[in-house]
């Protein structure tokens, strides 16, 4: 099967099982494995923060954001579409004692205006707005990413209000790729940052925390709390550091193969797509006479997985793992279909 439900379907390669079988291992409990100490000690470099948490989910690395930022009672600002409020089973409420706040964004965005109008008066009865969430990229969004100019806007409105601001980069590689902006930039304008490894980089697990030094000597207290205190985790580190140094280049082929799909839908009578939404490898597109789960399950049958994102919209997305004659193949099954 062509499988584009997501970019997290992709397997190792054999250099990155080589990678991870000759890796320096260690108890990471302890803090004692070399390789996921370097790991962090990079990326954290690399963003422009004091520290980094190797962790095993975006989900993880996002919750712990919204823990180490906030405290019971408070409000956490995040477009409608968001991944924490969508597809993180009510952590926010559970773990931290905090409710969201959730506002439409175009293409899961949000900006200044939007922010200003959620935030709320500091009386007792409220809320207190504490923490500003946004995605790069947008996945319900279809892959939109943010620019310098608009994550710069948010920042300074939420400094005027004396928010805080957790940056969900479960895409972010995908972003930069777009926008061309430099990983340093994204710790300019966040106080935490979730970066995953196991998506267009195609590490087989992992994301990681960025924040502080003080933020993360907590939010590390916390993921031994909710089990995600690994052992010789070197073995993923590694298969993430070999995907951040050598898998980077595939992105760019797979937002043209992305672009190349989508305009082949917007030929076609059966769907429906405006091209130039697609900015990064996801590609909505709407089904017109049927509904979505329909047609998924008629691709699937056809040898093509795509994943239903509403009662009428597709989402296909790419990877490094789909070539150019899986994309002709899946073009050449859409028009049959």
Known sequence: MIDLRSDTVTKPTKEMLDAMITAEVGDDVFG???????????????FGMEAGLFVPSGTMGNQLSVKILTQPGDEVIIDKTGHVFNYETGAAAHLSSVQLSTIRGAKGKLDPDLIEQCIRPKNDWDPRSRVVAIENTTNKGGGACYTENELT?????????????????????????????????????????????SKGLGAPVGSMLLASSKHVRLARRYRKMWGGGMRQAGLLAVAAQYAVDNHQDYLKEDHRRAKELAFAISEMDSFSIDPATVESNIVLFDTVTQTAAAVVEQLKEMGVGMVSFGPNTI??????????????????ILKNF
């Not at 004692?32 to 690399?46: G, I, L, T």
């Not at 989402?315 to 050449?332: E, G, I, N, Y």
Request: hydrophobic share 35%.
């Open 153 to 197: 806007a948010i920042m300074e409105k939420a400094r005027e209000h004396e928010l805080l601001i957790h940056l969900d980069g479960a895409r972010i590689w995908n972003a930069m790729t777009t926008t061309g902006t430099s990983p340093e930039f994204y710790g300019t304008v966040s106080d935490t940052m979730s970066i995953c490894f």
């Open 315 to 332: 989402r296909a997305t790419f990877h490094f793992q789909v070539d150019d004659d899986d994309l002709k193949k899946t073009v050449q």
């Open 32 to 46: 004692e494995d070399p390789s996921v100490n370097q790991f962090e000690q990079k990326m954290a470099r690399m």
